[in-house]
Each structure stands twice: as C-alpha cells, then as structure tokens.
C-alpha cells in the first residue's frame, strides 16, 4: 500500500497560479493596445460593422424598431441624405470588449431561431475580425415581420389608398 501523496503543495500552487492569472490577464499587451500605444475603437464605428453585418444575412429585411424606421423614411426623402448604418444598433464598446444590441424586420417565412444564429455569428465574427475586441453578447430584437406587398412606410411601392370603414 502506497502512502498518499500530500497535495498541500499542489493546492499552494494552484493557488498562486489564480492568484497571478487576473493581474496577468489585465496587463497582458492587445492588438489594442500594446508598448508602443493604445488604438480607441468609437463606437460608431462598431455600430456600423454590426449593422452591415447583420444586414448581410438572408432574411434580415432592415434593422431598427418602428419609430427609427419612421425617421429613416422621412431621412432617405431628403436630398443628399443616406440612411444610417447604424439604425436599429446600440453597441457599449470598452478597452478590449464590445457589447451590441439589434432590433430586426425579418421577412417572412424565416426561421427566426435560425435566423439569430446567423445573425449574431455574423456580427460577432466581423466585429471581431475588424477591430480585435471580444464581443461579449449580442441581443437581438425581433421588431416586425416583413410580409411583400405589406404597408411598411417603403416610399418606393405605390399604394392604394385606405377604404374608409365608416361612413
């Protein structure tokens, strides 16, 4: 029979490796930020990767909640103006860590399960691959279906006017 080994040495230095891993953590160089100086990512340039990326996936019809869309519209009839990359995006961006929030018109007939997955793989791997921050979470708000031929504000489709239902 075997005497037991004393693992009193053993938890010492686990210990000490806890212990010394955070402060290691903390002072390790980024790409961000390295002995030669620190590179600040605006948030606004985040909210921009995000937005782009979410629009790249099928079934995505726009992004942002009712009253942004509404904005967006009356925005895209004046000259010159260009709709927001941004709309529908709210990003917290920090030293190393990027935090996003998106509000979604999928179109009809999506799997929005499916759907979510894409989108928040997509953003993360963008946001990621563009600007070294880690993306901690993305959450994403189902906003509105979009169903063709629907009254969505699109200043593009003709529409009919509404039948009055009194008289």
Do not use: C, W
């Not at 402060?23 to 930020?33: E, H, I, N, R």
């Not at 509404?70 to 927001?84: K, M, T």
């Not at 529908?88 to 509000?103: K, N, T, Y």
């Not at 906003?143 to 039948?163: K, M, N, R, T, W």
């Amino acid at each position: 029979m075997t005497a037991p080994t004393s693992t009193k040495a053993g938890a010492t230095s686990a210990r000490a490796a806890e212990q010394a891993s955070p402060v290691k953590a903390k002072t390790a160089p980024s790409a961000l930020a390295t002995e030669h100086g620190t590179t600040t990512i605006a948030d606004v340039v985040v909210e921009k990767i995000a937005g782009l990326a979410a629009r790249e996936v099928r079934g995505v019809h726009k992004l942002g909640g009712g009253a942004a869309r509404a904005f967006g519209a009356v925005r895209e009839r004046i000259p010159g103006a260009r709709a927001s990359l941004g709309q529908g995006v709210s990003v917290e961006v920090g030293e190393r860590q990027a935090a996003v929030d998106l509000i979604l018109v999928v179109e009809y007939g999506a799997e929005i399960g499916e759907l979510s997955k894409a989108v928040r793989r997509n953003v993360i791997n963008s946001i990621e691959r563009m600007t070294a921050l880690e993306v901690t979470e993305v959450n994403i708000a189902v906003d509105d279906v979009y169903i063709p031929g629907d009254d969505d504000g699109d200043a593009s489709e003709p529409h009919a006017p509404a039948e009055s239902r009194v008289q």
